[in-house]
């Protein structure tokens, strides 16, 4: 159980467009979903959380108007990477939390490899 | 602010081995601390955990012993298998920090026959 799923699971573009990336909890609600940057032989950096219904809280540095988050539905939150550069090229990994007072656990989806040419 | 430090990698050992792979972490309080493994193609999955000073996580023959002393949460494994070739990440929790993550570079581990 606790399957968090990514898709694409890697993506290629040009300069200047913008990409989708979409995380899913396939078998739980998860009401608290994390987008997490990931560079070569680097930790995982928290771009931003997200709530079900609400507004998406961004960690300092991050642009929140470059990287748009939606979470619309307690299984299913995107990450929109506008007018993409070189530099956003990285990997993308989202968790997920479900709900409930003893759930404090986070799953992760497998991440999408994002290259801009 | 809050960081994780890691042994760089990769650490390549024999099957049967014994394994250790290094976590220090720097963080006001008593944060908790986590192991996460990320085997290829999959996504990072809860190892380990611990809570407070002197607990011990274990899990799946892993181990990792909270020492506020010396700030290290290490990890060990007494006789690693081929399976256990992965990516080990170690992370901690502020307390009262709600769900935010600081995590380590990773280390990753192959394992031989």
């Known amino acids: 159980g606790a399957v968090v799923s990514q898709h694409p699971s890697w993506v290629i573009c040009k300069s200047g467009t913008s990409v989708k990336i979409e995380c899913r909890s396939l078998d739980f609600q998860a009401t608290t979903m994390f987008w997490y940057r990931q560079f070569p032989k680097q930790s995982l950096m928290l771009m931003a959380t997200?709530?079900?219904?609400?507004?998406?809280?961004?960690e300092q540095g991050v642009e929140k108007d470059k990287f748009l988050i939606n979470h619309a539905s307690l299984t299913l939150s995107t990450l929109t990477v506008t007018s993409a550069h070189p530099e956003d090229s990285s990997f993308y990994i989202c968790?997920?939390?479900?709900?409930?007072?003893?759930?404090?656990?986070?799953?992760f989806g497998p991440g999408t490899r994002l290259t801009v040419l | 602010g809050n960081s994780v430090t890691q042994m760089e990698g990769p650490v390549t050992l024999s099957e049967e081995a014994f394994l250790t792979i290094n976590c220090t972490y720097t963080?006001?309080?008593?944060?908790?601390l986590f192991w996460y493994v990320q085997y290829p193609g999959e996504g990072l999955q809860l190892l380990l955990k611990a809570t407070k000073a002197d607990d011990k996580g274990s899990n799946k023959g892993f181990e990792a012993t909270y020492r506020k002393e010396t700030t290290s949460f290490h990890l060990e494994k007494g006789s690693v298998q081929v399976s256990d070739s992965a990516v080990y990440f170690c992370?901690?929790?502020?307390?009262?920090?709600?769900?935010?993550?600081?995590f380590g570079t990773g280390t990753q581990l192959k394992v031989e026959l």
């Open positions: 992370a901690l929790r502020q307390a009262g920090g709600g769900n935010k993550l600081t």
């Open positions: 963080a006001t309080g008593y944060p908790s």
């Open positions: 968790s997920a939390r479900g709900g409930g007072v003893s759930t404090d656990t986070q799953y």
């Open positions: 997200s709530n079900e219904g609400s507004k998406a809280t961004y």
